[in-house]
């Protein structure tokens, strides 16, 4: 399998939001099926950490960019560090997210999820899909939330945001499938990340290693437009969006929340 998907993704993934935790996860897991790699996010410590750990373990190439998804200048640094290699796979994973009602935070922090969770994964198509058009191959994957379905109290624009990302990725997966490129968008439950750890006080149900997560996205690729990892969270969704009430899915969604602290 890792040679097919390297020569239909390959030879080089970009992973924005990789320093740690799902971003990492997917760093690792793509090293894994033979592709180098180009890691993006703001802790360069970080990614020169991963960097140097994935290298000697798969032997492959791996370049880092320090940059901030929510400064615009990010994608045009990208393309720029990128001209000499040939980019099949582009995975969004970056996110920015603030637990509290709406109101109760100044406006910037809901300016910032629109910078890095609406404006980033569109930057990113726009800078790294036109080229695997012109060359008949390639994938998108695009990282949202079981939040994205529906309203949710405490995270009302991070889960509007990830309502974005899924019908943006529902409407790329059509628009470029004639062209060879293939999307996925991947709806997620609790992830085991160290963000997740600080601010929730215990597991959620259908808590999933971010390794899962990330090999279930990657495995979808080809079979989309959206895949939800995990045999609980399948049920939950089936349930959340068949059998209750919008108002019902929203309440239920308010007091999962409440379990998240401040952040």
């Not at 109760?104 to 994964?121: E, Q, S, Y």
């Not at 090999?215 to 399948?234: M, Q, R, T, Y």
């Amino acid at each position: 399998m890792s040679q097919a998907f390297r020569e239909k993704y390959g030879p080089v993934a970009v992973v924005a939001g990789a320093s740690e935790g799902l971003g990492a996860a997917f760093a690792e897991r793509l090293a894994a099926r033979g592709l180098s790699l180009v890691l993006l996010a703001r802790r360069a410590e970080l990614l020169a950490s991963l960097a140097a750990k994935l290298e000697g373990a798969h032997h492959v190439t791996v370049r880092t960019l320090a940059v901030d998804l929510a400064d615009a200048s990010w994608a045009g640094k990208l393309e720029a560090e990128t001209r000499d290699v040939e980019i099949g796979l582009a995975v969004y994973n970056a996110a920015y997210a603030f637990t509290a009602k709406l109101l109760d935070r100044p406006p910037a922090d809901a300016f910032r999820v629109v910078d890095v969770n609406i404006k980033g994964p569109l930057a990113m198509v726009h800078a790294l899909v036109p080229a695997m058009q012109r060359r008949g191959r390639g994938g998108v994957v695009l990282m949202s939330s079981l939040a994205g379905f529906q309203g949710a109290p405490r995270l009302s624009a991070y889960a509007a945001s990830k309502a974005f990302n899924i019908v943006l990725g529902e409407s790329l997966w059509a628009e470029l499938a004639p062209s060879g490129v293939d999307v996925v968008t991947c709806c997620a439950g609790a992830i085991r990340t160290p963000n997740y750890q600080k601010t929730s006080k215990g597991e959620a149900p259908g808590t999933l290693d971010a390794s899962v997560v990330a090999e279930s996205a990657l495995d979808a690729l080809g079979h989309g437009p959206v895949v939800v990892p995990g045999g609980v969270n399948k049920l939950a969704t089936f349930l959340m969006r068949r059998l209750m009430t919008r108002a019902g899915v929203i309440a239920m969604m308010g007091r999962q929340t409440e379990s998240l602290g401040e952040g």
